[in-house]
């Protein structure tokens, strides 16, 4: 495989890609690049992985060539899994994460504090049966924004083994751990072999 194309326009997810796949030879680029026009894929899925298939497989069926896509979010046990795949437009796609990361805070104070980010990836392939990779990156939703880094519910996700929250870990540090580093990794590994 020479080429592959990332089913979505978020740069930082993009530079994440293109950084692990560059190594192999792989080239990667945005579907941007590759589509005439802008297209809004809905996210009808049940699960993070039904949705980065639906996103993988809209893209390659427009393209007809190698194409990968993921879906992430927060699931938080004390909120029966919640956001979860609707980490994005919970409370609102417009609402500040301050005020998102402080309502979970308050929802979970006094109970289970346990939590996890999960990372679902999908590689639709033209041809071929779609593969599907899910890592997760487990923790515990502290109790007080904290940390500049990152984005999204960062500055409220504990991580206990280094005693600070995923905001306030460095990059390098983030891509040790991370539910999305992992996935990458498994891919990488994955298309090595291909
Ligand atoms: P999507 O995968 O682009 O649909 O993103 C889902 C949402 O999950 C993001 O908008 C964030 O709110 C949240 N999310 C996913 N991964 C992370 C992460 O690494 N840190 C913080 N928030 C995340």
């Known amino acids: 495989m020479e080429k592959i194309v990332v089913a979505s326009t978020n740069m930082g997810k993009i530079r994440e890609i293109k950084k692990m796949l560059d190594s192999i030879g792989i080239e990667v680029v945005s579907m941007n690049d590759v589509l005439d026009e802008e297209i809004d894929i809905e996210e009808t899925g049940k699960t ?11 893209i390659m069926n427009m393209i007809q060539l190698p194409t990968l896509a993921d879906d992430s979010g927060l699931e938080v046990d004390a909120l029966d899994k919640a956001p979860g795949i609707y980490s994005a437009r919970f409370l609102g796609y417009d609402t500040s994460y301050d005020i998102k990361n402080q309502y979970i805070i308050d929802q979970v104070e006094g109970k289970e504090r346990t939590a996890r980010f999960i990372c679902a990836m999908a590689l639709a392939i033209p041809g071929e049966e779609t593969m599907t990779i899910e890592e997760s990156f487990e923790g515990e939703i502290n109790d007080c924004i904290a940390g500049e880094n990152g984005f999204g519910y960062d500055p409220i996700f504990y991580y206990p083994l280094l005693h600070k929250t995923s905001a306030e870990m460095s990059m390098e540090e983030k891509n040790l751990y991370s539910h999305r580093a992992k996935a990458l990794k498994k891919l990488y590994s994955i298309l090595k072999e291909k």
């Open 48 to 58: 993070f992985k039904e949705n980065a298939v639906i996103k993988a497989e809209t």
